[in-house]
């Protein structure tokens, strides 16, 4: 389809274990975001990438989280050595960044994160 | 710095009811303002937005009114239905360098028949 699309749609791993989220976003949108949606907190921003810019990486929560985006387009979010807490919803989305700021970010269904 | 206050749920009405989410923000400079939706079992769908002061935003039959001297985003619709019932969140579009959007926490709407 044309839309965000990311996987896998649910990951089920052992604390302490790595893991790898893939965003594929919508072609010719140039800027995308990471969230975290964790249940009763809302939506916590974790990271943007705009075209070939250094990413604004201040909403990670520690130095276990890291991204990247190849080729200005799909990006992986990793999680190292994963903790319970971060159990959540991570959840991308893109946009035609700053072609008009106004754009609204087009999500994708996201990854539902269980660590056991 | 930018926040998003929106009004806690659930909420529950019945079919054609009148709805209100009240959604207000604090920011500095003149930020753009967004109402999310996320269905039962989907992602997160842009429901309407509003970019500039007195700006009416609307989609679906839902309707929200940017104002800046109450600094407020209220969602509204006149008759809901069961197909309406969702989550729903107010953001605020950060005019900085990133474009994070900042969100409320969001309210579960629950329409029963």
């Known amino acids: 389809g044309a839309g965000v699309s990311q996987s896998p749609s649910n990951k089920v791993t052992e604390k302490g274990k790595d893991v790898e989220l893939r965003c594929d976003p919508i072609s010719g949108h140039t800027a995308l975001y990471w969230y975290r949606q964790s249940l009763g907190q809302g939506l916590e921003f974790l990271i943007y990438?705009?075209?070939?810019?250094?990413?604004?990486k201040s909403g990670l929560p520690s130095d276990r989280f890291s991204a990247e985006r190849t080729g200005g387009s799909v990006s992986t979010l990793t999680i190292q050595r994963t903790q319970q807490e971060d159990s959540a919803v991570y959840l991308c989305?893109?946009?035609?960044?700053?072609?008009?700021?106004?754009?609204?970010?087009?999500f994708g269904d996201g990854t539902r994160l269980s660590i056991l | 710095g930018n926040s998003v206050t929106q009004m806690e749920g659930p909420v529950t009405l019945s079919e054609e009811a009148f709805l209100t989410i009240n959604c207000t923000y604090t920011?500095?400079?003149?930020?753009?303002l967004f109402w999310y939706v996320q269905y039962p079992g989907e992602g997160l769908q842009l429901l309407l937005k509003a970019t500039k002061a007195d700006d009416k935003g609307s989609n679906k039959g839902f309707e929200a009114t940017y104002r800046k001297e109450t600094t407020s985003f209220h969602l509204e619709k006149g008759s809901v239905q069961v197909s309406d019932s969702a989550v729903y969140f107010c953001a605020l579009l950060n005019a900085g360098n990133n474009r994070k959007l900042i969100w409320g926490l969001g309210t579960s709407l629950a329409v029963n028949p």
């Open positions: 920011a500095t400079g003149y930020p753009s």
């Open positions: 989305a893109s946009s035609f960044g700053d072609r008009d700021y106004n754009q609204p970010q087009h």
């Open positions: 990438f705009q075209g070939n810019s250094a990413p604004d």
